[in-house]
């Protein structure tokens, strides 16, 4: 006859290890930012309240198969394929170990710019590669917050730095004229809407400030990298 018994006290569930709080929360839809290294090209400017006239920068994106970046027999990936084609389109490579990021007196090793290809580390084991200035905030539930703010100061320094550093060409004065071009169309088109949107006038003010803002330019710091170039004469008919 079977009796009545009492069971042993419950078990415990074992403790989840904490996820590692350097690592950036990641799913399985997440979009990770890989590898890259910046690239200018001579007409690329922007004005910066801050800094004046400072370079825009693209990237050249270290995924193979994609504008001649390839993997070699060690499975690294190289970049070389898209340097080449950048620098054969006039492209200025700005390679993160160039020691002009250097700012004057920085140690290297705790250098804001010089080697400014940097990453952290993901839950999934991938790697999310940011630009200068760029953190994460990692909430409890697990939400990944940037510093947006900060990070578009950072880099506009950062900018600032390689223009001021001689790593590119400075700008040149006829890429200044379209520019400032550009900015004048949209003064006259905002001085023709403003007077029947008197709401406009604000924004015109805004654009007049900002284009003689832009007008002021350093002309010792003019490139004289471009030259004028004669055309040729038709040969006359015999």
């Known amino acids: 006859m079977s009796r009545t018994r009492t069971l042993a006290p419950p078990k415990r569930r ?16 997440t979009k990770v930012p890989g590898r890259y290294i910046f690239v200018h090209y001579e007409g690329a400017w922007e004005y910066s309240p801050q800094h004046g006239w400072i370079p825009r920068l693209s990237k050249l994106l270290a995924k193979p198969g994609c504008n001649g970046v390839s993997v070699d027999k060690a499975g690294r990936v190289s970049l070389q394929g898209a340097i080449n084609g950048a620098t054969a389109k006039g492209g200025t490579i700005i390679y993160d170990h160039d020691k002009r990021l250097l700012r004057q007196g920085e140690d290297p090793d705790d250098a804001e710019f010089y080697l400014y290809g940097r990453f952290y580390d993901c839950t ?42 001689g790593i590119v060409e400075p700008m040149h004065h006829l890429t200044l004229v379209e520019h400032l071009q550009v900015q004048q169309n949209r003064v006259n088109s905002l001085r023709e809407r403003s007077g029947l949107n008197p709401h406009l006038q604000v924004k015109l003010k805004e654009a007049i400030a900002l284009l003689d803002a832009m007008s002021t330019v350093d002309e010792a710091a003019e490139a004289k990298t471009a030259r004028p170039v004669r055309a040729k004469r038709r040969k006359a008919d015999a």
Request: proline share 10%; charged share 15%.
């Open 124 to 165: 999934n084991g991938a790697q999310w590669w940011v630009e200068p200035g760029e953190v994460p905030s990692i909430t409890p539930a697990g939400k990944v917050l940037w510093n947006k703010e900060q990070h578009v100061q950072i880099f506009a320094a950062f900018r600032a730095h390689i223009r001021d550093a």
């Open 14 to 29: 074992a403790p989840v290890a904490s996820t590692d709080p350097n690592l950036i929360p990641v799913g399985r839809l």
